[in-house]
């Protein structure tokens, strides 16, 4: 196929996104930036149903590492990622209703936790536990021996089947930290990140109201899907 009409109407709605992060708003009625603004967000945010899904999952893994039925694997366990920056509660004191995604999850999607494990916890105990709590199978490992820390990325779901005879698999990365100086230091950057990216939302909005949140949300969806085209994995989604 023809790559090169593709990268030019990426290469425009980046433009476009940047352009209406930099330009004043003199009002809050709809500009032809903000109507290409939220069609970057129509199709490169991940459907509703995805977002549910997802977030489903998420729900599960702390409620099986802690269960009081069984033996207690972790002692704290983090989400991060893409579902961690969920805009789940609406602003009582904005004068505008959010019609658009408020979540930055995308096609490519998947659920990322970090866990301390507890003394004397393997992190394969944590892998096993989550792989006999429903169809998933284990599709990557690395360790990393310098941070204490073992990834885990699980294919699965906790779900029943659904309509069309089977559940919808999800993406699981679950990274095991043995050392709590690790686990602290990873939890602290995560925190300062998060922040730090709703701070300067918050900017944007408090600067532009509804067409800066746009043009803001629109923009890191396409960051996002340009970190996915980078060869090697050399840059996260929100690096």
């Known amino acids: ?22 330009s004043p708003v003199p009002s809050l009625g709809p500009t032809m930036n903000s109507f290409s603004d939220r069609r970057i967000i129509e199709v490169l945010a991940a459907p509703e149903a995805t977002h ?34 969920d805009m789940s509660e609406p602003n009582a004191l904005r004068p505008w209703k959010q019609d658009w995604a408020s979540y930055y999850v995308n096609g490519r999607s998947d659920v990322d936790f ?24 284990m599709v990557g490992q690395v360790q990393v021996h310098k941070f204490a820390s073992t990834q885990f990325t699980l ?16 993406y699981l990365d679950i990274t095991c930290i043995e050392q709590s100086m690790h686990f602290n230091r990873f939890k602290s950057r995560q925190e300062a990140f998060r922040k730090v990216f709703m701070e300067v939302r918050a900017c944007i909005e408090g600067q532009y109201a509804a067409q800066g949140a746009l043009a803001f949300d629109a923009y890191i969806h396409l960051l996002k899907a340009f970190a996915a085209k980078v060869p090697g994995n050399a840059l996260t989604g929100f690096q």
């Not at 970090?114 to 199978?137: F, I, M, N, Y």
């Not at 294919?155 to 999800?170: C, K, P, T």
């Open 1 to 22: 196929t023809d790559t090169a009409p593709a990268q030019q109407v990426t290469a425009q709605a980046a433009g476009t996104a940047a352009f209406a992060l930099l």
């Open 52 to 85: 549910r899904r997802l977030l489903r999952t998420a729900r599960r893994v702390p409620e099986i590492l802690s269960d009081p039925d069984e033996h207690e694997l972790v002692c704290c366990t983090e989400l991060y990622g893409s579902l961690s920056l």
């Open 114 to 137: 970090v866990v301390k494990t507890k003394h004397k916890v393997s992190p394969s105990a944590v892998a096993q536990r989550l792989l006999k709590k429903g169809p998933w199978r």
């Open 155 to 170: 294919l699965g779901s906790f779900e029943d089947e659904g309509s069309n005879g089977y559940a919808q698999e999800v």
